[in-house]
């Protein structure tokens, strides 16, 4: 089965650009979607389509895509950014979900 | 707006069995599928399956097949998870979530709030 993996925790200090890693076999043919969930909360989609920002998301979140990679990169990171951040693909017939990535601000 | 309100949490003993709905409002409840994820306490997300709300069909992630059941109620606009002879590695927060745009693009857009089975003796 298709499997996406991501690192357990990414730290950035605030002001800087915090990079989420997704690796998966050949991902960069697929879409990807990234995840914000908070603590005690429902998971809130920041990045789909691989680039796509849904409104009332920052334009500090930015995605890409390529070869085994999708990236979320977050520009000028703040407090309100730490979170668990989920990339998400769709591989014959089934999604998949990363195992999520910690984000801590320093 | 588009929200998705789902039914509170539940307590329940080994080999019991629990039905979880997620109730929608504000869009055309047969337009798009809805998708059911676990997440179990401190771990990540699981994506259990979706089912098809203009069909009623259901699809099943691997480790979802048997006890497990997706349904609709297209009349109050509800989809269901029922979970039979609840075990206590049940135990988890689980979601519904709508899917929007197309296979293969597509993507979860709006969430429930989720729904707390404990599995307890």
């Known amino acids: 089965s298709y499997e996406l993996t991501q690192p357990p925790s990414v730290s950035v200090s605030p002001g800087q650009t915090a990079t989420i890693t997704c690796s998966g076999d050949n991902l960069g043919n697929k879409y990807a979607s990234w995840y914000q969930q908070k603590p005690g909360q429902s998971p809130v989609v920041v990045i789909y389509?691989?680039?796509r920002r849904p409104s009332g998301i920052p334009e500090r979140f930015s995605g890409s895509n390529s070869g085994n990679t999708a990236t979320l990169a977050i520009s000028g990171t703040q407090a309100m950014d730490e979170a668990d951040y989920y990339c998400q693909a769709w591989d014959s017939n089934t999604w998949v979900f990363g195992g999520g990535t910690k984000l801590t601000v320093l | 707006q588009v929200q998705l309100v789902q039914s509170g949490s539940e307590l329940k003993k080994p080999g019991a069995s629990v039905k979880v709905s997620c109730k929608t409002s504000?869009?055309?409840?047969?337009?798009?599928?809805l998708n059911w994820v676990r997440q179990a306490p401190g771990q990540g997300l699981e994506w259990m399956g979706w089912i098809n709300t203009n069909t009623g069909n259901p699809t099943y992630a691997q480790g979802f097949t048997g006890r497990f059941v997706f349904s609709l109620d297209t009349s109050v606009s509800t989809a269901y998870l029922q979970i039979s002879s609840l075990k206590a590695e049940d135990t988890a927060v689980y979601y519904c979530a709508r899917a929007v745009g197309a296979i293969p693009r597509w993507y979860f857009d709006v969430w429930g709030p989720g729904t707390l089975v404990s599995v307890s003796s």
């Open positions: 389509e691989d680039i």
């Open positions: 504000g869009y055309i409840f047969t337009t798009f599928a």
